[in-house]
């Protein structure tokens, strides 16, 4: 008997941390499958910008507001399971496209006209202008 529950425990864990190990992210598998699912229904949603961080998401069902200060949705599906909403996701891929276009910032400021850039010296070697 003893036998037995240890053999059954041993695949158990094993089963676990087999599927563990294959997943591609932090999110449990039910959470995993919601967002998929939201993710779908989230680019048939039209988005009207109502405020900085407030918007107004429409699909063909469903007119809702989504605030992103207050982490918050009118449907109350992110409010209740703490998982975005398709509305919420909408709003959020919008805010990531934005912030992609504009993109990393440079490293150099672009000179002023007439202003004239200064060479740095390389702590090396000391010569100017060579610096990787
Ligand atoms: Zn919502």
Known sequence: MAEFIRDLLQRWFYNRRTNAHEMSTYLTTFADEHIKDRTK?????????????TF?????WKETTVDLDKRSCSCRQWDLDELLCSYAMAVASIAMEETNLLGRPKKLRIPSVGEKRKLQSCSKCGKKDTIK
Do not use: G, L, S, Y
């Open 56 to 60: 107004k998401v429409d699909n063909k």
């Open 41 to 53: 229904t989230a680019h048939r949603c039209e988005i009207h910008p109502i405020h900085f961080n």
